[in-house]
């Protein structure tokens, strides 16, 4: 049912010629709630108003009773409309396809390259990499692919530049350690931890997605340290005591140093 419905919402949307593409964030669609959201990009020329939206929609999107037109607009998430198929939640949004492209020069160029917030820049290049075509008779979606097939260097370079800076203030963590607070440490060493893995993804030319499922990734590239997912949550269990604070700070260290050494090998 979940895949029948999808398949002729992108039927109906393509039959607008303002949609220029439409894409799935995830490699399959979900079929049980478990699996996650129904997340579907539609790339326009211009993006049409919800009522015209909602006369495209099949029966089983527009007579949901959690159907909901135009829940936000925002520059990262679109102008969205939000339903549900067969309990899955599913987010329909919709983006200017000029604006899209722009986003993703300003970070292969370098120039927004930190976490806002709890968005990365970068992984919205992930995202397009792993991203289901399901409607893309003009290659849109194929475009963005191929600016990514070459990892972007001077992203690259620029990522591992703040890192290393961020790395290496360990002020607010000297200080939470000095005063046995936990809760100051907690924020301290996640800043740190968020430095140290985007600074790990740069050095192995993977673009960061985001903090979920990492260690799965990290697995499988070539320039980590030993047992790098294992130390990281020892880490963080030792910071959760007052009395093992600076143990957790001192195998932050050794895990950054190794990073750090890694880095400055030659590709």
Same mark, same amino acid.
Request: charged share 35%; net charge negative.
């Given at each position: 049912?979940?895949?029948?419905?999808?398949?002729?919402?992108?039927?109906?949307?393509?039959?607008?010629?303002?949609?220029?593409?439409?894409?799935?964030?995830?490699?399959?669609?979900?079929?049980?709630?478990?699996?996650?959201?129904?997340?579907?990009?539609?790339?326009?020329?211009?993006?049409?108003?919800?009522?015209?939206?909602?006369?495209?929609?099949?029966?089983?999107?527009?007579?949901?009773?959690?159907?909901?037109?135009?829940?936000?607009?925002?520059?990262?998430?679109?102008?969205?409309?939000?339903?549900?198929? !067969?309990?899955?939640?599913?987010?329909?949004?919709?983006? #200017?396809? =000029?604006?899209? *492209?722009?986003? @993703?020069?300003? &970070?292969? +160029?370098?120039?927004?390259?930190?976490?806002?917030?709890?968005?990365?820049?970068?992984?919205?290049?992930?995202?397009?990499?792993?991203?289901?075509?399901?409607?893309?008779?003009?290659?849109?979606?194929?475009?963005?692919?191929?600016?990514?097939?070459?990892?972007?260097?001077?992203?690259?370079?620029?990522?591992?530049?703040?890192?290393?800076?961020?790395?290496?203030?360990?002020?607010?963590?000297?200080?939470?350690?000095?005063?046995?607070?936990?809760?100051?440490?907690?924020?301290?060493?996640?800043?740190?931890?968020?430095?140290?893995?985007?600074?790990?993804?740069?050095?192995?030319?993977?673009?960061?997605?985001?903090?979920?499922? !990492?260690?799965?990734?990290?697995?499988?590239?070539?320039? #980590?340290? =030993?047992?790098? *997912?294992?130390? @990281?949550?020892? &880490?963080? +269990?030792?910071?959760?005591?007052?009395?093992?604070?600076?143990?957790?700070?001192?195998?932050?260290?050794?895990?950054?140093?190794?990073?750090?050494?890694?880095?400055?090998?030659?590709?």
């Amino acid at each position: 049912m979940v895949i029948e419905v999808i398949d002729e919402l992108v039927r109906a949307l393509r039959a607008d010629p303002r949609v220029l593409a439409i894409g799935l964030s995830s490699e399959s669609i979900p079929q049980t709630a478990g699996e996650g959201d129904i997340d579907l990009f539609v790339y326009c020329g211009e993006i049409p108003e919800p009522e015209a939206r909602k006369s495209l929609y099949p029966e089983a999107i527009r007579d949901c009773e959690r159907y909901a037109p135009r829940v936000f607009v925002d520059a990262r998430w679109g102008d969205s409309d939000y339903s549900e198929v !067969n309990g899955i939640a599913t987010w329909i949004m919709y983006f #200017r396809a =000029d604006e899209v *492209v722009d986003d @993703l020069e300003s &970070v292969v +160029r370098g120039e927004r390259v930190a976490r806002e917030g709890g968005y990365y820049p970068t992984g919205r290049l992930a995202m397009f990499k792993r991203m289901m075509a399901l409607h893309d008779e003009t290659g849109f979606i194929e475009g963005l692919k191929r600016r990514l097939d070459a990892y972007p260097e001077v992203m690259g370079d620029r990522i591992r530049e703040q890192c290393i800076r961020e790395m290496q203030d360990e002020e607010d963590l000297v200080r939470a350690c000095a005063r046995k607070d936990v809760l100051f440490f907690h924020t301290s060493i996640d800043a740190a931890v968020d430095a140290l893995l985007r600074y790990l993804f740069a050095i192995n030319r993977e673009l960061f997605p985001s903090r979920k499922r !990492n260690a799965e990734m990290i697995d499988g590239f070539g320039r #980590r340290p =030993d047992r790098f *997912v294992e130390r @990281l949550h020892e &880490v963080l +269990r030792l910071g959760t005591s007052e009395d093992s604070l600076g143990r957790s700070l001192e195998e932050y260290r050794r895990l950054r140093e190794e990073v750090m050494a890694l880095g400055e090998e030659p590709n």
